[in-house]
């Protein structure tokens, strides 16, 4: 998520108005971003994909881009969960490619670009985040982002 759009997120959250015994009170609440290596665990991820190399790797939020980026031992040399904002039908024209898949058991206009420059990008979104897993393309790679897709969606 870039920092504007965090900075929005936050501002409507500290807007949300509530009405108690008749008067309007306005409600603090800061959003906290989403810590992407804990929407799926090691042990899950190794489940999914095999071994690990080393513990994941968080990109620091500031920067912009919020990333954690796991490193099987054997298989995909990569793969990324990115936590993102905005329209996912938008996401879907810009990235979804020339032959986009729907994945409706990832919810509504969940989507995965299985050739993006040699890597599957799927697409889905719960609440105001998009969550994007990325890996290499292979011949289980669609299997595996789903797979890891569902494990991060039921953490949001």
Known sequence: MNSSALRSLNAFLRATAVFAGGALLFVQAEAAVPNPCSLVTAAEMQAIVGPLSGTPRATDPASGEVTCTFEPVNGPSFIDVSLHDGDL?????RNGGKTPVSLPE?????????????????YAKKGAVIVRVTLPT????MDMAKAIAKKA???L
């Open 89 to 93: 039908k938008a996401w879907k024209t």
């Open 138 to 141: 292979g011949p289980t790679s």
């Open 106 to 122: 990832l919810g509504t206009d969940a989507f995965a670009n299985p050739s993006t420059n040699d890597w599957v990008d799927l």
């Open 153 to 155: 969606l039921s953490r």
